[in-house]
């Protein structure tokens, strides 16, 4: 499933999944249990991509059941949202964070600030995450 820039609600889909900052991720425990967690994201090729703490719980979860849900904060009124489900697979072959020039682009500061640089963020957060949205909610309507 793909967004459409050329319609108003698929070009502010796209300005919002390429602008925002922190999205949640819900996965699903092994006994059913939803579990979210705001993460850090791009969107690339169609696909959103993350960098998951190889200590994570919801590591297992993936590994268990990789379908999930992934939503972007509202506006202020409430009227705009979006929502992806999709399948999540760790991709071992995809750029390591101090190789992802986008990913360094979008939240290098913050890396630097709060993380210790991208080196040592990528020691912690080493599984390169892939989400295959399979359906959009929200914007577009």
Known sequence: MTLDPATPGGQRALER????????????TPTGQPQ?????????DGELVFYGDHRA????????NPRVSFHLRTDPEADEYLVIEGMARVDPDYPAIPENPAFLAKYGPSIDRTLGGPVVMSQTYSLPVRITPARFVGIPR
């Open 36 to 44: 979210s967690m705001p993460i850090w994201f791009l969107w690339v």
């Open 57 to 64: 719980r919801r590591n297992a979860n993936l590994a268990t």
């Open 17 to 28: 999944l390429s602008g925002d900052r922190v999205g949640w991720l819900t996965t699903v």
